[in-house]
Nanobody
């Protein structure tokens, strides 16, 4: 199983980014996929998640600015992040939870998002 994240970079406050995650090796679409982030010196926290049925969950800071979506057939996950602020600077990690797997939780390698003027 592999989760390959991409799309991070340096942007200015107010700009947007689109993060993508390509999942491979799963025998069926993971039950839940999501994005977490970890800022320097802080714990990793949930940004947003979406189930295979389309149910979404957003952190308070992401509500209204970020949109998560997935394509089950292609096993891809996208996070559209708009109106970015300096506090959004972090390493963003793709996550998948496969309830049929003994491993359960899978993580991508992370992609750095830097918001700075």
């Amino acid at each position: 199983v592999q989760l390959q994240a991409s799309g991070g970079g340096l942007v200015q406050p107010g700009e947007s980014l689109r993060l993508s995650c390509a999942a491979s090796g799963f025998t069926s679409p993971p039950y839940r996929m999501g994005w977490y982030r970890q800022a320097p010196g802080k714990e990793r926290v949930l940004v947003a998640s979406v189930t295979s049925g389309g149910t979404t969950n957003y952190a308070d800071f992401a509500e209204g600015r970020f949109i998560i979506s997935r394509h089950n057939a292609k096993n891809t996950l996208v996070l559209q992040a708009d109106t970015l602020v300096v506090e959004d600077t972090a390493v963003y990690y793709c996550h998948a939870y496969d309830r049929w797997s003994s491993v359960g939780h899978y993580w991508g390698q992370g992609t750095l998002v830097t918001v700075s003027s």
